[in-house]
């Protein structure tokens, strides 16, 4: 087989989400305004949490950590977007493109970790009230914290070391607005069917084990909260709604655009905007809207 060289390549065009000024500058209002709610959300969520002592729980630690994952998450690909919409030829270096990935799924797979980490805490909370302070010990908080951070690592390099490694050598193009494995690698001049399974698997492997343990952990809730207390059903019930749709949210555009890739390429831009601009923002608006003890924590910071 002939061997070429990487390096020949040191820049990707990606053709962004459409063509036409009008819309371009449509979206450029739209997702610099959505990018700034999704910034100052996550942080406000990470500060009201830090502030207020009521919020000094494992719950909320859990979900300070999240909101501070989605705050670094939407900031990989959305800055760039939005200028990129100002621009009419649009690239991105090689090592511009291998940091969007790299970065993108570190906090993407640290988050998935962190989504199970925190359906464990409720399901601690409302299947073990009894053991929940011995569990969830601040060395417990902190281990599933540093797990989720060094999983999303060790997912995210491994795929990193294949693809950075790939001969690049015919067409430069990515359609979409961001560089991510899927596309990357259909450029490769390599057979790149081997590729393209070790890569799902990787990301599908990791996804599938987070889907089955967040169903395994809404389920004994749900199982508990039905079978036994009624009068706490109703608010173990609303914390869970809040999680599982956030859950699904998340899941949701991963398993398309990974395990089960549609090649419409609208659907495909879609989901990735959805995943990339979409969800960061709507944890903290959740959160946020749907929970008492923060809305109780922010009337106090007002008085
Ligand atoms: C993340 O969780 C840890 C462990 O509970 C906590 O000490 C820390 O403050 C949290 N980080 C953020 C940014 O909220």
Known sequence: MEKINHSE????????????????????V??????????FGNIFIVVLIITDLHLHTPMYFLLANLSFIDFCLSSVTT?????DFLKEIKTISFGGCMCQIFFGHFFGGGEMVLLVSMAYDRYVAICKPLHYSNIMSRHM?????MASWMIGFVHSISQLVIIVNLPFCGSRVLDSFFCDIPLVIKLAC?????????????????AAICFVLLLV????????????????ASKALSTCTAHITVVVLFFGPCI???????????VDKFLAVFYAVITPLLNPAIYTLRNKEIKTAMKRLQC
């Open 9 to 28: 390549i040191s820049e990707f065009i990606i053709l962004g989400l459409c063509d036409s000024w009008e819309l371009q500058a449509f979206f450029l």
């Open 30 to 39: 739209i997702f610099t305004s959505l990018y700034l709610i999704t910034i």
């Open 79 to 83: 800055p760039k977007m939005i200028i």
């Open 141 to 145: 908080c902190i281990g599933l914290v």
């Open 190 to 206: 390599l057979d790149i069917y081997v590729l393209e399974i070790l890569i799902n698997a990787d990301s599908g492997v990791l």
């Open 217 to 232: 952990s809404y389920f004994h809730i749900l199982t508990t909260v039905c079978l036994h207390s009624k009068d706490g």
């Open 256 to 266: 398309f655009i990974y395990l089960w890739p549609v090649s419409i390429t609208w």
